[in-house]
Structure formats: C-alpha cells, structure tokens
C-alpha cells in the first residue's frame, strides 16, 4: 500500500493551493483519510481529518481556511486551502487508516505519504 501526495509548491500570502492523495495497492477499506504538517524545528501537527462517511474534523488555526474531502471510488484526499499565511508554510503529509486482507484476517494499519512541502511567501 502507498499513499502519493502532490500538490505543494510556493505560493504568495493570501494565495490558495489544493493537495491531492491516493492511496494504492492491495487496499479492503479505508477508514479516516486525513492531512498533518510539520513546519521546520516542530512537531506534527493535525490539520483535518474525514471519515468514510464524511465527517470531517479541523484544526482550529485552518478551521475557516480549508475544506477536507475525499473521493472514495478513487481513494483519494483532497485539502484546498486559501487565505494560506507564511505561518502555514510545512510539509504536509497525508495519513490514512487502510485495512488490507491477510491469508487469515482483516487488519488495519496507519499510513504516511511522502510529504509535499508547501511554502507562503512573498
């Protein structure tokens, strides 16, 4: 199983960008799809999350900013983001819960893409 983000790239302050995610290989299910960032010298942090059934959950300093979807036909993730600020400048990394079949049983596992580097500045 991989998941192969795109989308990043450099964009002005006030600008918008959309990143993309699909997920591929021996794939049952897909549970959460959802986008962390990782700005230089911190820690990972939540952007948002959605569920196979669309529920989505934001955090506070993107809340208003972006909007989360997915398609699941193509199991792919999607984040647009607009009014983007220098401060939202990071790596951003998609994560998604897979359950894969075995010979025996069903098991899920958390997945990490690669990381699209996404940088606001003027």
């Known amino acids: 199983v991989q998941l192969q983000a795109s989308g990043g790239g450099l964009v002005q302050p006030g600008g918008s960008l959309s990143l993309s995610c699909s997920a591929s290989?021996?794939?049952?299910?897909?549970?959460?799809m959802g986008w962390y960032r990782q700005a230089p010298g911190k820690q990972r942090e939540l952007v948002a999350t959605?569920?196979?059934?669309?529920?989505?959950n934001y955090a506070d300093s993107l809340k208003d900013r972006s909007a989360i979807s997915r398609d699941n036909a193509k199991n792919t993730v999607y984040l647009q983001m607009n009014s983007l600020k220098p401060e939202d400048t990071a790596v951003y990394y998609c994560?998604?819960?897979?359950?894969?079949?075995?010979?025996?049983?069903?098991?899920?596992?958390?997945?990490w893409g690669q990381g699209t580097q996404v940088t606001v500045s003027s």
């Open positions: 994560n998604a819960e897979i359950t894969i079949a075995t010979m025996t049983a069903l098991e899920e596992y958390d997945y």
């Open positions: 290989g021996s794939i049952f299910s897909i549970n959460a």
């Open positions: 959605i569920t196979s059934g669309g529920y989505t």
